[in-house]
Structure formats: C-alpha cells, structure tokens
C-alpha cells in the first residue's frame, strides 16, 4: 500500500497554489498536527525548495506537483488520497481521504484517528 496518492484535481489545484505564490515554491509539505476540537488536522505549507524537506521524508510525485510528508507523520498518512472537491465558495478545497481516520468534527476540519495499542 503506498503511503499517499494525489488525484489529478488535487495536482491541478495545488499547481495554481504554486504557481500564484510569488516564492516560486518547488514542493508542498504535508503533516498531521495536534489541533482542532476532534484532535488532529491536516497542515499544509509550501516548501521553497526541495533540498528544505525534513531530512528522510518521504516524496511523492504525481501529475507534475511533489507532495513531501513529514517523516513524524508518514505511519498516519498510509493509504491516504489527496483529492480536490469543488463545491460553493465555502465547500471548495483540498480533501484527504485518509482510511485511518474513525471521527470528523461537524465542521470537517479536523479528524479522531484509531488509537493504536501500546
């Protein structure tokens, strides 16, 4: 199973987000935080080059945009699809569709995953 896939709509989008942004971005890094009233939420920042990623994160590259994971949150993003859902003005964004996750909040911001025995 690969760690991530990045649909088409998802490239596409986040290619106009690099392309928009005047750093001239070469990756888009992507964690896991502790935040939000479900617990955790996806983060989702800009890398200027390549070469800033955290030293063994893991790179996938689809449909021309690279996507690096922060190695703290490689094991929670196993199977995990990025995908792009246009809705109205306020539904509109980025999606992940991690099989990991068991809980969203209402607002869909943040998610519960499984707890994993100790």
């Given amino acids: 199973m690969s760690i991530l896939t990045i649909t088409e709509a998802a490239a596409n989008h986040l290619r106009e987000k690099i392309a928009e942004d005047k750093s001239n971005p070469e ?3 992507l964690s896991v ?20 990623a955290p030293q063994g994160a893991p790179q996938i590259s689809e ?6 994971i922060d190695p703290k949150s ?6 995990s699809t990025i995908d792009y859902k246009k809705g109205d003005q306020f539904s509109s964004g980025l999606v992940v569709d991690n099989p990991q996750v068991v ?5 869909g ?5 499984e707890a994993k025995p100790s």
Avoid at 33 to 42: A, F, V, W
Avoid at 74 to 79: A, K, V
Avoid at 103 to 107: I, R, Y
Wanted: aromatic share 8%.
């Fill in 103 to 107: 809980g969203t909040c209402g607002c």
């Fill in 33 to 52: 935080t502790t935040q939000g009233c479900s617990g955790r939420s996806y983060n989702f920042e800009f890398l200027s080059k390549l070469s800033d």
């Fill in 27 to 29: 990756a888009v890094l």
């Fill in 109 to 113: 911001k943040s998610f519960q995953m």
């Fill in 63 to 68: 449909h021309g945009v690279t996507v690096v």
């Fill in 74 to 79: 490689e094991t929670l993003m196993i199977g």
